[in-house]
């Protein structure tokens, strides 16, 4: 038995995932990082479906957002149902129920945003008014603000399902995280990687999370398959958020870097139909990544971004 295992008592544990291709490949990425620490703990999975999974037809803004993709995940959780959770980063709300915990915040892969479209154009050679399919009012106001001739569409589904729905006609071209496209192995598809000036990722896009209750022991079993840049790169992104109370699908972005113990963070709001977007950047201390993302939340609610979300809040 490993020093590891020994935090917890010898038994199989149950892991809670959503059961989309991609979520499962994420959870085995987890799996495979804990296998790596403690070889001797088994891991059996629990698919759990989620609001977001049985509700594919209105969009996520309408169904509550962030949350619709791990609430009944969380609730298992606390009910003691199964050990630990797994999920993206950028599905969860900017805080948590009483008694869950984040355990490991993984290595980040990809955060940038890709657009694949039907016949392998780049975005600035899509035809006038192509059909855009975009499942987060971040993506489609970012795309009007560079193509506003073009047609944003809602479109659900797990990635199999947008890309059928992409080859069928029903969008010319889509948008969707690079992160997930490239774990599914499915980079040959892409038709454009986004830069962060094109367009800004999500809060934590790009990062998994691994959820545990706070008071289980498991806690610590689960504390080396935490990636100390990624966690204080997301740890700022999530406090901006938090301070422009974006709980929801709001037209909200930021994106963090660390170097040599420096954060760089750049956030945005924008409006829906991408003519005003409010964008800023902060610097400091990475030790300070909290205080730098509400601090810069703060900065763009001044310059515009209160009234912006005052009157996006106004129109729904």
Do not use: W
Not at 292 to 306: C, K, S
């Amino acid at each position: 038995m490993t020093s590891a295992t020994r935090l917890i008592p010898a038994r199989t544990l149950t892991v809670g995932t959503r059961g989309s291709k991609l979520a499962l490949v994420q959870t085995a990425l987890v799996i495979d990082a804990l296998a790596r620490v403690a070889p001797d703990v088994r891991v059996e999975v629990r698919i759990i479906r989620t609001e977001g999974d049985r509700n594919q037809r209105e969009s996520l803004t309408a169904i509550g957002g962030r949350g619709v993709f791990v609430r009944e995940i969380e609730e298992q959780l606390l009910a003691g149902e199964i050990d630990f959770a797994v999920h993206s980063l950028k599905d969860l709300p900017a805080t948590q129920p009483p008694g869950i915990y984040l355990a490991a915040v993984p290595e980040r892969a990809d955060p940038r945003d890709v657009l694949i479209s039907r016949n392998g154009e780049a975005l600035d050679r899509l035809p006038n008014g192509a059909r855009i399919g975009s499942s987060s009012e971040r993506r489609s106001s970012q795309i009007l603000a560079l193509r506003p001739d073009l047609q944003n569409r809602n479109i659900r589904g797990n990635v199999d399902t947008r890309l059928r729905k992409l080859d069928e006609g029903q969008y010319d071209a889509i948008v969707v995280a690079a992160a997930g496209i490239e774990r599914l192995e499915l980079k040959a598809r892409i038709s454009q990687y986004f830069d962060a000036m094109e367009m800004l990722p999500a809060v934590a896009q790009g990062a998994l999370v691994v959820e545990c209750r706070e008071s289980d022991p498991l806690r610590e079993l689960l504390a080396p398959l935490d990636h100390a840049s990624t966690r204080t790169a997301v740890t700022a992104e999530r406090a901006f958020l938090r301070g422009l109370g974006g709980g929801c699908q709001l037209p909200i972005a930021a994106h963090a870097t660390v170097a040599n113990g420096e954060l760089h963070l750049e956030g945005l709001v924008a409006q829906r139909d991408g003519k005003l977007i409010i964008r800023d950047t902060i610097r400091g201390a990475s030790a300070a990544a909290e205080t730098l993302g509400a601090e810069l939340a703060e900065r763009v609610l001044r310059n515009g971004g209160a009234a912006l979300l005052e009157a996006i809040d106004q129109r729904r």
